[in-house]
């Protein structure tokens, strides 16, 4: 029995087990960081969105006709056809729902696509292809039936340098997260697929994500601020794009599990952001009964965890009010109809690889969406002498790895039947790398290696090539070689946190190349941040990409760049170091001690760029970086204040919007610029605003566009503020608030290439 399992627990005092520690003496219990308890759960009811409304009428007319055990019932997930199912219950039409892993793809199918990992999605800074993502992502979840896909993720957001799932998110910024999550929320759900967002929230590492022997699970400690302006932030735009679905996260937050942290979930959540959607939890992350129901957990997987019958008893007795079960079932039932699958949505069609079933292929065009984005998330961050694009090269040396079609997947039939450890990706020094590991892996039908796709460019240009994909000191660096392409990759994974940046085999293996190899070319597959200290200053080192993980079509999209048919135009979602070290207190992952481990943010907001910055510690690549094969100029900043007020909220109402209060997404300034490429080919920019909110770190990302530009081309990039993005987070009033003052801004090229400056006043 486990007496204090967590403060809203301790508060509550819990009538459900667990399975982990037993403590008997509160003294030992670690009082620091208590979450508040905020109770009880707000009941879903449409709040003022007219459709939402319609939802919840006809949710309550099915609810009311459930028995007591139905709908303890439609709470508790089982393992079955999909990764999660909910029962279905024939005498009212209700159906089961499949629920499947995500983000970049659907896991452990076939004929389905591997897209690119949001890391690289979050690279191309462009938001149409953001939505073009969700939305062809949306099309194969519905073209099998899936009724829930578990994406997008705003959390991680990356302020672990090694933690293991940075590049299943955007990147380390909530700006860029935002506008990723907004997007993709809005193309996936347009296609009738809930969007189950996560992980709600503070799942910064996966070391002790999980309780254990060793104890609980490690508690998150971020302070009310923080919370709001990093770590929620992202979360907003999923929620005003309408997102019917969350999953609370494994670890503790304040000490409180992330499926019963009451504040967390009905506080901020339901209350403050006004969410009319279901949680789901994580798998397996439920840690008690009673507490997890009135800290406002609506659905359990992927079985029943401590509800249940139990559930059903609780009810009876009066520990969980029928109402909060009613809202429990209301808030499925709601995001469903509003979703509009109550009514001719495809069955189910996914199976595991053992069983006989008929093709549902959901590739559609895809393919070349793919490697669209693929490539626009390519950065190329050195470039010597035009060492690219490559000019019709007649020999080419290929080493690495990361070149060649991994060998061992492609033998192995359970990597179909959606299994963990086997997932593509995995085995990654024995070919290349497209997804990182875990659930949010992916599972190609097919997959164009970098070797498959340079070798058939070559063949187009009567050339040769050269490979050696296995050794770390290849003897055959021919003299008469045009260039020397070496693959490396960086491998990442759920449950694991990374122990380096870089890998000693993959350094020695680009420093004996680019011995004898005066144009060497390294392209970087990564599961988030490479560090390059151990050759990038290397004279024979003449080109870098961070290629990130482009899924199926990799091959194709690093064509694409080598060559110039697509200018590259990505930029680093995350800040590469000199040396790992100067990531700080932020390089490794928090080990903790004892039963009760903690993880203070005492950063605060300073992670990623906004710590170098802060500390004034000058990195290899700056968040934002990345190179072309152009060149522009920025002119003409002009600041445009909106006829918006900045007074305080004049709007009154008292039911807030999913997203939180309206007026925060009011648009209060643009910023425009003009951009000219002023070089000889077409590429594409990508323009970026900074803003110095008053007591807020020194520079901020709030705006960006990609521009796409012919040589000699001019076009105006607008940035919209909205007063949330120019708002702080004041915990006495506690609503977003804007500060009086004066604001500097700049547009640059990255966080630290300043073009243009001027200032907003409010
Ligand atoms: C409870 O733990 C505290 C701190 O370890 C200790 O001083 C105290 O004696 C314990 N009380 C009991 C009743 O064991
Ligand atoms: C966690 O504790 C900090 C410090 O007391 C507080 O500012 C924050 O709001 C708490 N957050 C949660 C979710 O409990
Ligand atoms: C509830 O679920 C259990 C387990 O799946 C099943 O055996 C039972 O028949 C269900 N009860 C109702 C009323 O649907
Ligand atoms: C229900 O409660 C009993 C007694 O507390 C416990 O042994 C059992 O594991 C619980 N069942 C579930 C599904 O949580
Ligand atoms: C109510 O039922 C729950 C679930 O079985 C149990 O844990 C709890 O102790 C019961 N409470 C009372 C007051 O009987
Ligand atoms: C690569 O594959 C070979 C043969 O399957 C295996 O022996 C070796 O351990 C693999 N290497 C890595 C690093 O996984
Ligand atoms: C580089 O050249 C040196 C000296 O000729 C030779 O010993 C070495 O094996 C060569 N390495 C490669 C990668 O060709
Ligand atoms: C660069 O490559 C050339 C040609 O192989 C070689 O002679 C030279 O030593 C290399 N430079 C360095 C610094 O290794
Ligand atoms: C990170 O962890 C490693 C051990 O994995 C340790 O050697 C190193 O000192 C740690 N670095 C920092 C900056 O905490
Ligand atoms: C976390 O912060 C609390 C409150 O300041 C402090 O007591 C505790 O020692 C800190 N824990 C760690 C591991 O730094
Ligand atoms: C601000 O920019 C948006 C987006 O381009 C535009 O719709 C709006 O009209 C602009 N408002 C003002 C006042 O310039
Ligand atoms: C802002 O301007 C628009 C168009 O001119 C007008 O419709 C709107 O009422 C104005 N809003 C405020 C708050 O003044």
Redesign the pocket.
């Known amino acids: 029995m486990k007496t204090f399992a967590s403060a809203a627990g301790a508060l509550l005092s819990l009538t459900f087990c667990s399975n982990a520690l037993t403590y008997t003496n509160v003294s030992e219990v670690p009082l620091y960081g208590l979450s508040p308890p905020v109770y009880p759960t707000p009941e879903g009811n449409g709040g003022v969105s007219p459709e939402w409304q319609d939802a919840y009428t006809k949710a309550r007319a099915l609810v009311e006709q459930l028995t007591l055990e139905e709908k303890v019932n439609m709470t508790r997930g089982h393992t079955g056809t999909c990764v999660g199912n909910t029962p279905a219950i024939d005498r009212l039409g209700i159906k089961a729902l499949c629920f499947a892993d995500a983000p970049d793809g659907i896991r452990g199918q076939e004929f389905v696509s591997s897209f690119p990992a949001q890391l690289t999605v979050g690279a191309t800074f462009d938001r149409d292809l953001m939505y073009r993502y969700g939305k062809a992502l949306g099309e194969e979840y519905r073209g099998k039936g899936i009724n829930i896909a578990l994406l997008p993720v705003g959390g991680p957001l990356g302020r672990v340098a090694r933690g293991g799932r940075n590049w299943e998110g955007f990147g380390a910024d909530p700006f860029l997260s935002s506008v990723g999550m907004g997007a993709v929320t809005t193309g996936l759900q347009g296609q009738g697929v809930m969007a189950q967002m996560k992980h709600w929230l503070l799942n910064e590492q996966e070391w002790r994500r999980l309780p254990g022997s060793m104890g609980e699970s490690i508690s998150s400690n971020a302070d009310d601020r923080t919370i709001h302006e990093l770590y929620a932030f992202p979360f907003m735009d999923s929620l005003k794009a309408g997102a019917v679905s969350a999953m609370c996260s494994y670890q503790r937050t304040n000490n409180s599990y992330g499926c019963q942290n009451s504040k967390l979930l009905n506080g901020i959540l339901k209350t403050e952001l006004g969410f009319q959607g279901f949680v789901t939890s994580d798998w397996d992350a439920q840690h008690s009964g009673v507490a997890s129901a009135n800290a406002g957990l609506d659905l359990v997987m992927p079985d029943g965890g401590y509800w249940g019958d139990n559930l059903t008893e609780a009810v009876k007795n009066g520990s969980v009010a029928e109402s909060r079960l009613n809202d429990m079932v209301t808030r499925i039932l709601a995001a469903w109809y509003h979703i509009g699958q109550s009514d001719g949505y495809p069955d189910v069609a996914v199976h595991n690889y053992n069983v006989q079933a008929p093709i549902v292929d959901v590739r559609g065009d895809h393919a070349s969406l793919i490697r669209e984005i693929g490539a626009a998330g390519a950065v190329l961050v050195k470039n010597v002498d035009n060492a690219l694009p490559l000019s019709k090269p007649r020999f080419l040396n290929i080493y690495g790895y990361d070149a060649k079609t991994p060998d061992a997947p492609w033998t192995n039939p359970s990597r179909f039947g959606g299994g963990y450890e086997v997932n593509f990706g995995w085995n990654t020094l024995n070919g290349t790398m497209v997804t990182g590991g875990g659930s949010g892996s992916n599972t190609p039908s097919f997959l164009i290696s970098p070797f498959d796709a340079v070798q058939r460019r070559v063949i187009e240009d009567g050339g040769m090539v050269r490979w050696d994909f296995a050794s770390v ?5 021919n003299v008469n070689t045009d260039a020397c392409l070496v693959f490396i990759n960086a491998y990442a994974s759920e449950s694991f946190d990374r122990t380096s940046l870089k890998d000693d085999f993959s350094d020695r293996l680009i420093n ?2 680019a ?2 190899c005066t144009n060497t070319i390294v392209v970087i597959h990564s599961a988030g941040i490479r560090v390059v200290d151990a050759w990038i200053d290397h004279p024979n080192v003449t080109a870098v990409v961070f290629a990130l993980l482009p899924g199926q079509e990799t091959g194709n999209s690093i064509v694409d760049v080598l060559y110039g048919d697509v200018s590259p135009s990505g930029r680093l979602p995350f800040t590469v170091a000199k040396k790992e070290a100067d990531y700080g207190s932020l390089l490794n992952t928090t080990l903790g001690s004892g039963p009760f481990p903690q993880d203070n943010f005492t950063e605060g907001l300073y992670i990623d760029y906004r710590h170098f910055d802060k500390y004034n510690i000058t990195p290899q690549y700056e968040f934002g970086y990345g190179l072309s094969y152009s060149s522009f100029s920025y002119s003409d900043l002009v600041v445009t204040k909106t006829n918006v007020s900045t007074s305080e909220y004049t709007a009154t109402d008292a039911i807030i919007p999913q997203g939180g209060h309206k007026q925060l997404w009011d648009v209060i300034y643009n910023v425009t610029v003009t951009v000219e490429n002023t070089g000889d080919v077409t590429a594409a920019e990508i323009p970026q605003l900074y803003v110095e909110i008053p007591t807020a770190p020194k520079n901020q990302l709030r705006g960006f566009e990609r521009v796409k530009l012919e040589a000699g081309e001019s076009k105006t990039a607008t940035f919209s503020l909205k007063r949330r993005d120019l708002s702080i987070w004041d915990v006495f009033a506690q609503e977003w608030k804007l500060q009086k003052g004066s604001y500097p801004i700049f547009v640059g090229a990255s966080s630290r290439d300043v073009k243009l400056t001027g200032s907003l006043e409010i």
């Not at 000191?473 to 660096?477: G, I, Y």
């Open positions: 000191n290849p003897e055959t660096v004996n190349v011995a004898n």
